[in-house]
C-alpha cells in the first residue's frame, strides 16, 4: 500500500513528503511518516514542531491510498482495460486497445504467516527503532513542563548496549531528568496510567556527561567586556545547560561556533575574532547519557582589540 498525503492550511491542498521517522526534517518540513498498529491499522503521522511541520489547526487534511494486488504478472498480448473511459479532444469515447508488449512482472508477495505473527509480537511496543522516544517525551513534558530530557528504549536497543537477555523481552526502559526536582516517580506512575499492552517499565537514571569550552577572542573596545562575557555564557546555556530543551546528544563545534557569533560581538568587519576549543565528553555514547556544558569548568579569555 502506498498514500499520498495533502494538507490544505487555507491556500489549497499540497502535497506533503513521506519522511520515515521524521528523521530529516526541520521545523517547517511539509513532511509526514507512517506507522503500523497490531490492529492491522496504518496510520499517518505528522512533525511536532521540531521535527517537521505541525498542520495548522483546522487543516483539512485528504489521504490517498492505492493498494495492489501483491505479486502480479502480466503475460505478453494479454488485453487490458482502462478503469475509465478515454476521451479524445473533442471529449468523445476514444476508441483504444491496449495490449501488454513483454511480459511484466512486479508487486511483492504477501508476507508470510510466521513473518505477521513475529512482527504483530512486537508491533504493540516497537516502531522500527522499537519504540518512540518522542512519544514519551510529550506526554511527560505535557503532564510536567519541567521535565527537559527524556529517553526511551526497548528490546534492540537494550541488546546493543548490554548484550542479549532474556529479560529484555517486551520490556520499556524510560529515563528522565528536571532541573527542578527528582522526577523518577512520577514520571513511573504517569507512564502507569498509560492503557498499553506491555506493561513491564524500568527506570534507568540519566548519566550526565559534561564538556568545557575553552574560549578567547578579542572585540572592539566600544564593547563592555562583562555584557559579552554574560551574553555568550546564557547562549551557551541556553543550547547546552542542565535546563535547556534544545540540546542534543552530540555538540558540534560549528554549533558552538554559531551561537558566539550570533551574539553579534563578532562581525567580520569589525575585526573582532574568537577561538573555541571542547574538553571533555560532548558526545553521548548511550542512550541515557544526557551531554551538558560545564560551565564553572570553562574558560572564557575575551580582551580588547589593540
Known sequence: ?????????????????????????????????????????IGIRFGNGDFGKIPTLGAAIRV??????????????????????????????AQAQIIVSETVQNGEAQEETEEMRRNLHYAPVYNERLVWDNDYRYFLHRRYPDVVFVKAWGEEEAEKMWGYSVDHINRIWLCAYSPERDIKADAMAAIAEIPMMCRNFQWHDPEHLEFQVVLTGKVRDDCILSEVLT???????EAYGKASETRRDTVYLNEVYDIIQA????????????????????????????????????TFDITYLR
Open 231 to 237: 551574553d555568550i555564557r546564557n547562549g551557551l546555556n
Open 263 to 298: 551574539t553579534g560581538y563578532f562581525a567580520k568587519d569589525t575585526g573582532a575574532w574568537f577561538n573555541v576549543e571542547l574538553r571533555g565528553r560532548h558526545t553521548a555514547e548511550y542512550i541515557y547519557q544526557m551531554v551538558s556544558i560545564d560551565m564553572a569548568g570553562s
Open 1 to 41: 500500500m502506498e498514500f499520498a498525503v495533502f494538507v490544505d492550511e487555507g491556500e489549497g491542498f499540497k502535497e506533503w513528503e513521506y519522511d520515515r521517522l521524521l528523521t530529516n526534517s526541520y521545523p517547517d518540513s511539509l513532511v509526514y511518516d507512517e506507522f503500523y498498529h497490531f490492529t492491522d491499522q
Open 64 to 93: 490517498e491510498a492505492v493498494l495492489t494486488e501483491g505479486d502480479t504478472i502480466l503475460l505478453e498480448k494479454q488485453s487490458l482495460w482502462p478503469v475509465e473511459e478515454i476521451k479524445d479532444s473533442m471529449n468523445q469515447t
